[in-house]
Nanobody
Framework: QVQLVESGGGLVQAGGSLRLSCAAS????????MGWFRQAPGNERAFVAAISWSGGYTHFAESVKGRFAIFRDNAKNTVYLQMNSLIPEDTAVYYC?????????????????WGQGTQVTVSS
């Protein structure tokens, strides 16, 4: 089992920045691609960004490309989502997910472990 704990969410004005962190614990010895998803009220959980085990490959949803960055520190078992130029449409609960594969996935079904989520609210 792998446990994921997100942190770093909060309230920010449009144009501001936040950095989310996701700390993994438990059986983290396997190579795991990591992803971030978000879910706004009334919407399905949507892909935001993902990073391969090595960190050498990343992928972003079109809506966040150029504004968000994803990176990881495997020595600390932590993955980060740097969110810049935030807009109100970014408001959602953000979830970290781990996949039992070194290759990124783009859908929730491709991930095996999930964090509890952290709220991000962007005011206009």
């Amino acid at each position: 089992q792998v446990q994921l704990v997100e942190s770093g969410g909060g309230l920010v004005q449009a144009g501001g920045s936040l950095r989310l962190s996701c700390a993994a614990s438990g059986r983290t010895g396997s190579s795991s691609a990591m992803g971030w998803f978000r879910q706004a009220p009334g919407n399905e959980r949507a892909f935001v960004a993902a990073i391969s085990w090595s960190g050498g490959y990343t992928h972003f949803a079109e809506s966040v490309k150029g504004r968000f960055a994803i990176f990881r520190d495997n020595a600390k078992n932590t993955v980060y989502l740097q969110m810049n130029s935030l807009i109100p449409e970014d408001t959602a609960v953000y979830y970290c997910a781990a996949r039992i594969s070194a290759i990124v996935g783009l859908t929730p079904k491709q991930y095996d472990y999930w964090g509890q989520g952290t709220q991000v609210t962007v005011s206009s």
